[in-house]
């Protein structure tokens, strides 16, 4: 359903940061096969630990020079005005963001230079190509919200209540990118997306580090009592969530999107456990729901998040297709099929192939 102030817009050089992560490499190879996108991508990733260029091998080898690689940290303000000059650049899909919420209570300096700084960067880069500049889509997070109690879902007038590092550095990056439609009139949305699983996600984040663990037999970290809630989306429907409000969301508003799939995290390490028992027995036939370990909870740890996108769903007609039960099946199947990847990964060898291709 489309109402009479959306627009569809036509984007020719499309920048996307952060592509060689989890969720950005799924988008571009989501916008390359499944959309009716038909311009250029422009990646511009600096390539942390979570950036991995293997990700995207298969859009790399095969969609040059619709798809152009540019190894650039958005926290260089001077890198970013030359690509968006070099490249004519009319759009932005930001994903680029230290994301992981255990690191950024180690080491939160990270999170305020990529998160902040770096969203500043790409706003006042896009500032500076005028009327020819299209749209600026800022990917954001439920985190910002803070934690919800038994009852409730965030909606987007909830207030913002961050509590880690990474969620306040994010809200602080909502907030700008607001900012700057209210003040500058840049063209911006935004999308607050509850917790992501599929493929090519990094292996300390929940599912894929419990699927790798329980495979080598190793303990299954579960912080605290393990009942702590996320509200699962399978990444592909992320990324059509993302396209659609591209393409006919309102300008300056926010979105919310989530997947009608409220777990406890006990919940989904058992169910791991018992996809693998069934389709990758242990060698000694071992149940893996033995390795579950309860161990020290995360400072901070928000109890429960749930999403209420009835705002996408009735303005723009979108919807999660994956059920979280098929989805978790896929995504275990797909760890198990990726023996190189996660073997490049657990040895660091990418990082090594990184700094041989583009220097340190
Ligand atoms: P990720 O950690 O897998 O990937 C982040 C990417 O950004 C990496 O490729 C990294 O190299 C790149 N990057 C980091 N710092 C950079 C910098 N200074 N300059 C250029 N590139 C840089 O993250 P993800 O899980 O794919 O998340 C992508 C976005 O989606 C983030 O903004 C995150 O806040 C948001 N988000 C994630 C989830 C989730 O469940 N993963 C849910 C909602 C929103
Ligand atoms: O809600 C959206 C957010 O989801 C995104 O903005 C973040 O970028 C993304 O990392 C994710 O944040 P979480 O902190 O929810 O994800 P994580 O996979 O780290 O943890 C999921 C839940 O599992 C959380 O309650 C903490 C718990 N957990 C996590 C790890 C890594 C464990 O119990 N054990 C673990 O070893």
Redesign the pocket.
Known sequence: MKTDNQRNAEFKNLLV????????SNFIRFLINNSNFSGRIIN?????Y???PENLEDIAGNFSPRYIFQK????NAGKLEAIFSQYDIDAIC???????VDRSIKTPGDFI???IV?TFNLLEAAKSRGDQFKLFHH????EVYGSLGSEGLFREDTPYRPSSPYSAS?AASDHLARAYHKTFALPVTIS??????GSY??PE?LIPLIVLNALEGKQLPVYGDGKNVRDWLYVVD?CEAIWTIMQSGRIGETYNIGGNAEMENIAIVRLICDILDEIRPAADNAPRRHLITFVKDRPGHDLRYAIDFTKIKNELGWSPRESFQSGLRKTVEWYLNQNQWVENIKTGAYQTWIKEQYGS
């Open positions: 940061t952060g592509g060689c992560g989890f969720i950005g511009v990733d600096s390539l942390t979570a950036g991995n650039a940290d958005i926290c930001h994903f680029a963001a230290e994301s992981h230079q990529t998160n770096g990917v954001s997070t439920d994010k607050n997306c509850s917790n992501n699983y996600q990094f984040k992320h």
